[in-house]
């Protein structure tokens, strides 16, 4: 028997609740006679498959008159415990149906035109979780779609679910239909993140001019002691050449960023701010920061330092790791010649944006595969 476009607005009865649908038709009986419109199901879906299950002849009666639309939805908005979510999917269905996005639904010409603005007042939900359910509806597999409508799944989740292959989409779906929706929006998370990585890696490497997305700068800080006289005996002074905070803010390092870009700063304890300054006058706006736990400690006026820190800024709309991708903010690593870095900061780093270009000023020997590399001590990369 043939549905109308409104009774295809909501979906139906999973085959579970279904079957047990079924299995009180059979034994008590249709209740609920389906309601019908012009020869096709208005209201009664779900009853009338049971019937079929159950083998009972079904009985109907005709729509009395009226509004259908606000006749079904006030049925099934009274009847089904839907989350936004679902009523999301409802309204982009109900918002699609004049504009072919779902011609399956083949609606007659005198339907009423209703935009996403009126759908998502009919369904109670807000306008950009019927945007979200449209991009569903439109691009997302089968088994997405179902999950948002058996309320297993987010619609916000599922649109960026939507922009994935075929194969994730369906590990997703599955994740999230055995009802660990945490995992799904985990993966959907990571997934959709390295996409991005991706193509922003490809688009920053296409550039005309070299752009980087990834700058790691380790200054050559100049740290002032209280006495010039008795303090310098262990700065970095008497191991390499340093600069002035004035010289190093004023290095063009906008130049040779990206429009969407990182920064990952080097700075000891006490002189935090003035990395912070720095980061400032590149263009970075200052996220978070790592810190180098040490095998052995150093000087200091208030404590001795067993530690350095790696700051964190950004330009642009860079992407942050995904969830669960995260490395620990501390971590252990020898110290090896004065000033020279770890290089698991580097694989940390080249795993969180292993796509986009990247550049280590201040590199101390030769630079390191896959990166470009400025200082004094730098040398190239071996072959």
Same mark, same amino acid.
């Given at each position: 028997?043939?549905?109308?476009?409104?009774?295809?607005?909501?979906?139906?009865?999973?085959?579970?609740?279904?079957?047990?649908?079924?299995?009180?038709? @059979? *034994?008590?009986?249709?209740?609920?006679?389906?309601? =019908?419109?012009?020869?096709?199901?208005?209201?009664?879906?779900?009853?009338?498959?049971?019937?079929?299950?159950?083998?009972?002849?079904?009985?109907?009666?005709?729509?009395?008159?009226?509004?259908?639309?606000?006749?079904?939805?006030?049925?099934?908005?009274?009847?089904?415990?839907?989350?936004?979510? @679902?009523?999301?999917?409802?309204? *982009?269905?109900?918002?699609?149906?004049?504009?072919?996005?779902?011609?399956?639904?083949?609606?007659?010409?005198?339907?009423?035109?209703?935009?996403?603005?009126?759908?998502?007042?009919?369904?109670?939900?807000?306008?950009?979780?019927?945007?979200?359910?449209?991009?569903?509806?439109?691009?997302?597999?089968?088994?997405? @779609?179902? *999950?948002?409508?058996?309320?297993?799944?987010?619609?916000?989740?599922?649109?960026?679910?939507?922009?994935?292959?075929?194969?994730?989409?369906?590990?997703?779906?599955?994740?999230?239909?055995?009802?660990?929706?945490?995992?799904?929006?985990?993966?959907?998370? @990571?997934?959709?993140?390295?996409?991005?990585?991706?193509?922003?890696?490809?688009?920053?490497?296409?550039?005309?001019?070299?752009?980087?997305?990834?700058?790691?700068?380790?200054?050559?800080?100049?740290?002032?002691?209280?006495?010039?006289?008795?303090?310098?005996?262990?700065?970095?002074?008497?191991?390499?050449?340093?600069?002035?905070?004035?010289?190093?803010?004023?290095?063009?390092?906008?130049?040779?960023?990206?429009?969407?870009?990182?920064?990952?700063?080097?700075?000891?304890?006490?002189?935090?701010?003035?990395?912070?300054?720095?980061?400032?006058?590149?263009?970075?706006?200052?996220?978070?920061?790592?810190?180098?736990?040490?095998?052995?400690?150093? =000087?200091?006026?208030?404590?001795?330092?067993?530690?350095?820190?790696?700051?964190?800024?950004?330009?642009?709309?860079?992407?942050?790791?995904?969830?669960?991708?995260?490395?620990?903010?501390?971590?252990?690593?020898?110290?090896?010649?004065?000033?020279?870095?770890?290089?698991?900061?580097?694989?940390?780093?080249?795993?969180?944006?292993?796509?986009?270009?990247?550049?280590?000023?201040?590199?101390?020997?030769?630079?390191?595969?896959?990166?470009?590399?400025?200082?004094?001590?730098?040398?190239?990369?071996?072959?």
């Amino acid at each position: 028997m043939n549905t109308h476009p409104f009774a295809e607005l909501f979906p139906l009865m999973d085959p579970v609740s279904l079957a047990g649908l079924a299995a009180d038709v @059979q *034994a008590n009986g249709l209740r609920e006679p389906i309601v =019908t419109i012009e020869g096709a199901v208005l209201d009664g879906r779900n009853r009338l498959a049971a019937c079929t299950m159950a083998g009972i002849a079904p009985h109907f009666r005709e729509f009395p008159g009226g509004d259908p639309l606000a006749y079904v939805l006030s049925l099934n908005l009274a009847r089904r415990h839907l989350n936004d979510s @679902q009523r999301a999917m409802v309204a *982009a269905r109900l918002a699609n149906m004049r504009q072919g996005a779902r011609t399956d639904l083949r609606p007659p010409a005198d339907l009423p035109e209703v935009s996403q603005g009126v759908a998502a007042e009919l369904l109670h939900v807000a306008e950009r979780s019927v945007r979200h359910a449209r991009v569903v509806a439109r691009d997302a597999v089968l088994e997405i @779609q179902r *999950a948002v409508d058996n309320g297993c799944l987010a619609v916000s989740v599922a649109s960026q679910a939507a922009n994935l292959p075929t194969d994730r989409q369906r590990q997703i779906a599955e994740r999230a239909e055995a009802g660990d929706a945490h995992a799904a929006r985990n993966i959907t998370k @990571q997934a959709a993140r390295a996409a991005r990585e991706v193509e922003l890696g490809a688009r920053q490497i296409a550039l005309p001019e070299t752009r980087f997305g990834v700058i790691l700068a380790d200054p050559e800080w100049r740290f002032e002691p209280w006495s010039r006289e008795t303090g310098l005996d262990r700065a970095p002074d008497n191991h390499y050449p340093t600069s002035a905070l004035g010289e190093i803010a004023a290095r063009d390092v906008a130049s040779i960023a990206a429009e969407d870009c990182v920064l990952f700063l080097w700075a000891t304890a006490p002189m935090l701010p003035q990395a912070l300054s720095v980061m400032a006058a590149w263009g970075f706006d200052y996220r978070s920061h790592v810190v180098w736990a040490k095998d052995r400690v150093g =000087t200091g006026y208030w404590f001795r330092n067993a530690h350095e820190l790696l700051l964190v800024g950004v330009r642009g709309a860079i992407p942050a790791p995904a969830m669960g991708t995260q490395w620990d903010s501390l971590i252990s690593e020898e110290v090896g010649e004065h000033s020279q870095k770890p290089e698991a900061f580097l694989r940390m780093i080249e795993q969180y944006f292993p796509n986009l270009p990247k550049i280590e000023l201040n590199r101390r020997g030769p630079a390191r595969k896959g990166w470009a590399a400025w200082g004094n001590e730098a040398e190239a990369a071996a072959p």
